[in-house]
């Protein structure tokens, strides 16, 4: 079993900026890639995402504004959050997607408890 620690985030003034923390707990495992969405009607929709390469992918509307960066030794991943908009607020949703030992190349996916962002103007 893996749980995601989230942390960061908060209540933040337009043009400010936040960022959010998520440790991944447990054992055996190799992290393929961490990330995180935010919920949409419906459906969550991927912000920011890195892989275990470093490669990283954006969301059009946070491209220029926000930077994922890992720790490897850590299993945690941090998003930078730099001139916020009252449209990011949000709830953000850490996930991973992870490797178990003695189980192949099944990927396994869990998800933090979400973090909540709120710009003001």
Not at 42 to 58: C, D, F, I, P, W
Not at 65 to 75: E, G, N, P, Q
Not at 109 to 114: A, E, F, L, M
Request: charge should be neutral.
């Amino acid at each position: 079993q893996v749980q995601l620690v989230e942390s960061g985030g908060g209540s933040v003034q337009a043009g400010g900026s936040t960022k959010l923390a998520c440790t991944a707990i447990g054992t055996i495992f190799d992290v393929v890639r961490m990330g995180w969405y935010r919920q949409l009607v419906g459906r969550h929709e991927l912000v920011a995402q890195v892989m275990t390469n470093g490669t990283s992918k954006y969301a059009d509307s946070v491209k220029g504004r926000f930077t994922i960066t890992r720790d490897s030794a850590k299993k945690a991943a941090y998003l930078q959050m730099n001139d916020l908009e009252p449209e990011d607020s949000d709830i953000y949703y850490c996930n991973i997607v992870i490797h178990i030992h003695g189980m192949g190349s099944k990927e396994f996916r869990y998800w933090g408890q979400g973090t909540q962002v709120t710009v003001s103007s």
